[in-house]
């Protein structure tokens, strides 16, 4: 099970690659993930499809899950975080 209180050093974490060849989309990537995010957290009610153990794998230069993470749609928030409401994209 990951540790998610873990703090974790650059040199472990490399989600877009690193050195001279990191991926140039990074900036973008990460600001469109914050958006995505905070739309669907605001507007979902969502729920883990399993509970079961998830751990890190290494995929060549990089770590991922070790299985897909699925989550199901239970339902639409009725009460919206007032913090995202006032966030207009
Ligand atoms: C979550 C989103 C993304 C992830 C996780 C990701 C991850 C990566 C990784 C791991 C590499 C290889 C880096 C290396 O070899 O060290 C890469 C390269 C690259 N990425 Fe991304 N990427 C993402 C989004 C994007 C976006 C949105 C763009 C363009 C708009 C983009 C454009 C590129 C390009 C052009 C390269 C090749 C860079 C080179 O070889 O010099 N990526 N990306």
Not at 28 to 46: D, K, N, Y
Request: a positive charge; glycine letters at 10%.
């Amino acid at each position: 099970m990951i540790n998610s209180k873990r703090q974790f050093s650059p040199y472990e974490y490399l989600p877009f690659g690193g050195g001279a060849r990191r991926c140039i989309g990074m900036a973008f990537a990460q600001f469109e993930m914050q958006v995505v995010l905070a739309e669907i957290l605001s507007r979902c009610e969502l729920g883990l499809v399993d509970h079961g153990e998830v751990r890190p794998r290494r995929r060549g230069l990089v770590t991922g899950p070790s299985r897909p993470i699925q989550m199901v749609l239970k339902g639409q928030r009725s009460v919206k975080s007032p913090s995202l409401e006032a966030i207009s994209f």
